[in-house]
Each structure stands twice: as structure tokens, then as C-alpha cells.
């Protein structure tokens, strides 16, 4: 029993280990022409800065897809950027992430 919560105290301190590493991480995407989004690897948003020409009110219909697809892709190549850092921690073997 003494064995088992050693072991969960110490997974619980790569984690919180993990949780400041990727708060630190800052990922930008700029796949998206006009769009440009900066997150953390904890997926926190640190700026999202917009082209002016996508402030048309002709262009909002278009600038809401867009903006839905880069933030989507953001997030997404920020969950990779965690999965590799996950995968660097010693002892924390999760499934799936490989």
C-alpha cells in the first residue's frame, strides 16, 4: 500500500512538473494566411493577431470559417508539442501517445 502511494506522489510530481514545462511552451501557427495564434503547450492562448484585411465586413463570413480552422489546427499542433514532451518524462509510460 505504502508502495502504491509512493509511486502516485511521484506521478503526481511529473505531472505537475509536465503542467509547468508546457505552460512554458509557446507555440505559434501560421498556417492560416492572415491568422496568426500563439498558445502554450497547456493550450492557454498567449495572442491572436488578425490582418487587417479580414476586417472587411465583406470578408466575415469567410474570416469566421478561417478563424475556426486555424484555432482547430492550433490546438492541435499543440497537443503534438505536449505528447512529445509527455513522452520525454521519465516513468510516465501512457498509453497511446507513442
Known sequence: MFDQMKKLMELK????ELKKELEKLIIEFNEVRG???KLNGAQ???SIEIEDTWLDPKQKARFQVEFVRAVNM???KS???????????????????T
Open 13 to 16: 510530481k511529473q505531472a505537475d
Open 35 to 37: 491568422i496568426k495564434i
Open 44 to 46: 492557454m492562448f498567449q
Open 74 to 76: 492550433a490546438i492541435k
Open 79 to 97: 497537443q503534438k508539442e505536449a505528447a512529445i514532451q509527455m513522452q520525454k518524462m521519465p516513468g510516465l509510460n501512457i498509453p497511446g501517445l
